[in-house]
């Protein structure tokens, strides 16, 4: 799985004088390792969700994909879903999605008085 720029950059800052069994994501606060039970305490608490760590968060990450209009077939590889299928349930259109797609056409047509006409914005 392919590491964000940051988190790639926080990996090589922190590989340095550290053995094998280090840990490499650290809490600049308690300067201790997360734990999953830590994660998992601050996610519900945060997202008010019934479900785990893992499951939200990665319902989270491919959701995101899916809003910054990633191809499918990138988006079931970094899922790594065995179906494309899969990967599709997320591809769901929220009402602020429709809308960006709609406000992206450009056309507009006022409806005043029984008059209208179609423009270009631009």
């Known amino acids: 799985m ?4 940051t988190a790639l950059e926080i990996v090589k800052r922190n590989v340095k004088d550290k053995t094998l069994d280090a840990f490499l994501f650290i809490n600049e606060t308690t300067n201790q390792h997360y ?3 830590n994660l998992w305490r601050v996610w519900h608490i945060h ?3 019934d479900v785990s ?3 939200g968060s990665r319902h989270s ?17 970094l899922a ?3 179906d494309l299928r899969t990967t599709q349930r997320y591809y769901h259109a929220t009402s602020s999605k429709l809308r960006d797609v709609v406000n992206k056409r450009g056309k507009v047509v006022p409806i005043d008085g029984g008059k209208t006409a179609v423009t270009d914005k631009g």
């Open 2 to 5: 392919p590491l964000s720029d």
């Open 35 to 37: 734990t999953a039970d």
């Open 47 to 49: 997202s008010g969700l």
């Open 53 to 55: 760590f893992y499951e």
């Open 61 to 77: 990450f491919i959701t995101q994909l899916v809003e910054e209009n990633t191809n499918p077939l990138v988006a079931k590889e």
């Open 80 to 82: 790594r879903h065995t």
